[in-house]
C-alpha cells in the first residue's frame, strides 16, 4: 500500500476493500471488548488543522488514541498565518517533533500533496480534506456505511445507484465519492444545478441529472452534500427558496424514495436548506451512523499506514 | 575589438568565416584572419534572437531578478535584444522610469533592454498613462502594455490604440477577462475539475481577443497580441488577418509544450498566466506559429524567488522563467517535430519581433555592414536543464530536468562577445 | 520433508487434549474454547465437538492476535482476521487458547495481552496441536497433541482438512 493517503486514486480496489473489511474487525473488538489496542505504541500522529473542523479532529484523534498512538494537536487558523510559510515552516516543526503520520486539513486544493511531495516531512500524509479536491477517509467511512446496510455488497458495490445531491464543484466530498463508489463498480448519478457541475464531469465516470425528482425512485442511496448559501452571492443559484425548492430533501421527496433507501449526508447539515429536519432525523437517515463509523475506518487507515513496517513513499496520481 | 568566426554555417547553407569590427560584421569569406578568432566549425550562425516579453523585475523586485542578471540570461538564451515589460514597482509609465530601465541595460551591456510602457497609470486600467512622454523619452518606448494584467475597460482600450497612432506604437494586450476568471488558479477543463482548481476558461481570453481584433479595425491602429494560449484565439487571429487587419501575435515556448496535466501533483512551478493549457491547444498554436498566423515567439521571463513556489498551489506566483530555455524548447517542438525549418525559427524568433519593434540593429540578414548581433548555435548537441545552472536569479523553470537540443555557444552583442562556450562573459563583454 | 503425525494421530491426539482438559477443570463448569486462527480455530471447533461429545458442550470463540503482535514492524501490515469472543465473556472464566504451533512463545504472550484488554478470565491454559521448542519467552502449554524437536532451520506445517484439504503435520527444512 502506498506511504500516503492523499486521493481515493491511492488505493486499488482490493486496498480499500481491505480498509473497510478491517474496519469490520475493528468494530467487533474496539467497539466491544477492547477498547484500547496496543498497535500504534510509540508512534505519534499528528492533526494538522488548518481549517476549522472539530468533528473531524476528535474523530481522528480518537482513532489514534484507541490504537495507542500518542497525539499532537495543531491549529493553524489559515488566515492569521501569512501565506507560504504557513505550509513549509510548519511542516518542518512537525518533523523535528517526530511525528510518525500528519492528518491533515487545509484550505487550498493540493496542499495534502504538497506537503507528502516536499521533501520537507518523512511522516505518512493522510489527508482530511484538502481545499475543494478530496476527502478520502470520508469516501471510506460513507462506503463502510452503506456497506453495512446492504450487506449483499460486502465484496462489490456492482448493481448499487448512487445519488449524490448538492454543490458537486466546490465539494471534496463529492469527488471522493465519485472515485471511491465507481472504483467499487457503484452506478453514479450527479443531481445539482448546472452553475454546481464541474465543466470536467464528461470525465468522470457518473450520469448527471438536473432534474432530482426524475432520480429518487431508482435508487438505494440518497447522498445530500452541503450547499453554502454563500454561493447564492456569486449566481450560482438565484435564492436559497430556488435552490430548497428544485434540490432539497423534503418529506415528500423522502417518501418517493425506495423502502430500503438510505439518506447519508457528510455533515454539518443546514437543516432546512438542502435538507429538512424531519429527512435529517427520519428512520431512513444513517447520518449518525456515519460519524461512528468515522473512527473505526480511521483507525483502519491508521493501522493500514502505520501498522507495518515503513512504506515506500511512491505517490500515484 | 574585431573578431573572426571561423567556418559557421549560414541559413542558407553556406559555411563561411564572418570577421567582425566597429561593431558591425565588416568582411564575410574564406580564410578571413581579422582579430580574435572563435570557431564555429559545424555551428550555425543566425542573427541575434529578439524577445519583446521578458519581465526583468527591477525597480522593486530585485530579490527575483535585476536588469543585469535578467541580460545575463537572455545573452545566455542568445538573445541581443529584450523588452522589458513595465509590471515594476514602481510600474513603468512615467519617462523616468523607462530612461531608468534603459540606462540599466546599457549599463549592463549583456543585451540591448527596451523598456516597455505601461498603458494605464499604475496598471489601473482607470487612465492613460503619458505615452507620448515615454515615447520621446530616451528609451523611445513603441510597444505598450499593462501585461499582469489586461486593459478590459473596452473604451480605454480604444482610446490607447488610437493615442498611439501617433508615433506608430504598438498596444500589446495580455487577453484575460477579468470578471470570467476571479481567482483563477488552472485551465478550466478536466483537470481543474478533477484536481479542485478554480478554472480559468479559454473563453476569458478568446473574448478580449474577438473584442480588440475589431477595435484595431475600427480604429486602423496596431494591435499585438501577448502570449496566445487557445486554438480558438489562433482561428480568431487567422480571422482577423484574412480581413487584413493589423494584428500581429506571440506565443511562449512552455505553451507550445507543455499541458495543463502537468499540473496533477499541484507543483506550483507550473502555474503560469496565462495557464497552460490542452493537447489540442498546443497543436492549434504550433501549426499557428508554422503558418504565420503567430508572428513571433515571445518568452514571457517570470522570475519568482523560491519562497513564491514552494508552498502551495493557491499562494504561489503566477510564472516561469524562459530565456535560457527559449530556442531549445522552440527547436524541441517545432524542428524535431518537422513543422518548423531553422529558416522558420530565425524569422519568428529574430527577424519577425525585430521589424514588429522596429529594432533596427536586430533581426537583420547576415552581410556586411548589418549590425553585429549575433548568435552561434551548435544545432546537434543535447543539455539537461539544470536550474542551479541558470543565469537568471531566479530558479523556477518547468524544464528541470529534461534534455533539450541545441546548445546555444557565442553571443555577439553591437559586434562584443557576451557569451563564450555557455558562458557569461563576466563585468561585461570581452573586448 | 517428513510426516510426523497423519490423519488418524492428529484425531487421537485432540481427543485426548479434550479429555485432559476435562479432568484438569474437574469438568467444564465456565471453561471457554478460544482458538487462535486460522488453524487453531479450527482446531479448537474440533476439541469443542469432542467436549460436547464426551460430557457437555462449552462456548468455542476465536481471538485474532494481530494487533497485539509485537514484530508488526517487520513486515507490511497483516489482515485482522475474525475475533468471536462468546456472548458469555471471559470474566471468571477458564480460558483455553487452542493453536496449531507452539515455537517462541510470542503468539501467546500477544494473546495473554488481548485477553487482559477484554478482562479477568480465572485461568487461561493452553492447548497446542505440536509444541516444537525454541522457546524465546517463558510460555509453556497446558495440553500437548505431541513434542517434536526441531532445528531452528526447519519448520513445522500444519494442514488441515477445513482449509488445507488434507490433516497432517510435516516437517520442512527451511525456516
Partial sequence: MNKHLLSINDLSEDEAFEILNT?????????????KLPTLRGRTVVNL????????RISFESAAKRLSADVINFSAKGSSVSKGESLKDTAQTLQAMGADAVVIRHGASGAAQRLADSGWISASVINAGDGTHEHPTQALLDAYTIRSKFPEFSKSFKGLRVAIVGDILHSRVARSNVLLLTKLGATVTLVAPPTLIPVGVVDWNVKVSYDLDSVLKDIDVLMMLRVQSERMANSFFPSEREYSRGYGLDITRLNSLNSNAIVMHPGPMNRGFEISA?????????VLAQVSNGVLIRMAVLYQLLGGAALTGEVSV | MEFTIANARLLDGSVVDVAIANGVISEIGNGLNVGKKVDATKNLMIPGLVDLHTHLREPGREDSETVATGSMAAAKGGFTAISAMANTFPVADTAGVVEQVYRLGQEAGFCDVFPIGAVTQGLAGKSLAEL???????????????DGKCVSDPLLMRRALEYVKTFNGIIAQHAQEPALTVDSQMNEGIVSSKLGLVGWPAVAEEAIIARDILLAEHVGSRLHICHLTTAGGVDLVRFAKARGINVTAEVTPHHLLLTDDLVSNYDPVFKVNPPLRTEKDVLALRKGLADGTIDIVGTDHAPHPNEDKDC??????????????????????MIDTKMMSWADLVDRM????????GYARHGQIIKVGAAA????IDTTANWVVDRNRLASKSKNTPFEGMQLPAKILHTFLNGKQVLKDGAIMNGGAIE | MATVLDAGEIGRALKRIAHEIIEHNHGLENVVLLGIPTRGAFLGERIGAFLKEIQSPVPVGTLDITLHRDDLRMRPPRPLLPTLIPSGGIEGKHIVLVDDVLYSGRTIRAALDAIGEIGRPATVQLAVLVDRGHRQLPIRAD?????????????????LEEIDGKDFVEIVAGA
Fill in chain 1, 278 to 286: 424531519e429527512s435529517a432525523d427520519s428512520h431512513k437517515s444513517v
Fill in chain 1, 23 to 35: 474496519a469490520s474487525e475493528l468494530a467487533k473488538i474496539s467497539d466491544g471488548p477492547m477498547k
Fill in chain 3, 143 to 159: 495440553y500437548v497433541g505431541k513434542n517434536i524437536p526441531t532445528a531452528a532451520s526447519e519448520s513445522v506445517k500444519v494442514s
Fill in chain 2, 312 to 333: 502551495e498551489w493557491q499562494s504561489a506566483a503566477f510564472g516561469m522563467v524562459g530565456l535560457e530555455t527559449a530556442l531549445s524548447v522552440v527547436v524541441k517542438a
Fill in chain 2, 373 to 376: 548581433n549575433l548568435t552561434i
Fill in chain 1, 49 to 56: 488543522f488548518f481549517e476549522d473542523s472539530t468533528r473531524t
Fill in chain 2, 132 to 146: 507620448g512622454a515615454m515615447a520621446n523619452s530616451k528609451a523611445r518606448v513603441r510597444i505598450f502594455s499593462d
Fill in chain 2, 350 to 357: 529574430s527577424i519577425a519581433p525585430a521589424k514588429i519593434a
